[in-house]
């Protein structure tokens, strides 16, 4: 089965820097793309990055400039680098993965990590 794990994450102080990793295991056949999402306590859970197969990203406006997604599509993985961490970045961070498992799939689905703690402190 198609799995996700995030690491990386942890406690930072507002300035800092934290790299967050997500590998995928498991077989596939085509991963397309890749992304980043976040979920604070209360609230919606929001984007924060994406980043295409072919290595184009988008972010979030709340994040652009401070964030970099990146991946590494021969150990289908996903990175996600955050520089001048914010307290309002505290939240649970999600990677997930538009996932084709085998040639009878047709569509892609949508797998997702189990989160990562980022927690930013003043």
């Known amino acids: 089965q198609v799995q996700l794990v995030e690491s990386g994450g942890g406690l930072v102080q507002a300035g800092g820097s934290l790299r967050l990793s997500c590998a995928l295991s498991?077989?596939?056949?085509?991963?397309?793309?890749m992304g980043w999402y976040r979920q604070a306590p209360g609230k919606q859970r929001e984007l924060v990055a994406t980043?295409?197969?072919?290595?184009?990203?988008d972010y979030a406006d709340s994040v652009a400039g401070r964030f970099t997604i990146s991946r590494d599509n021969a150990r289908s993985t996903v990175y996600l680098q955050m520089n001048s961490l914010k307290p309002e970045d505290t939240a649970t961070y999600y990677c997930?993965?538009?996932?084709?498992?085998?040639?009878?799939?047709?569509?892609?689905?949508?797998?997702w990590g189990q989160g990562t703690q980022v927690t930013v402190s003043s």
């Open positions: 997930n993965a538009a996932v084709r498992q085998s040639y009878s799939e047709i569509n892609y689905r949508a797998y």
């Open positions: 498991g077989y596939t056949i085509a991963i397309d793309a």
């Open positions: 980043i295409t197969s072919g290595g184009s990203p």
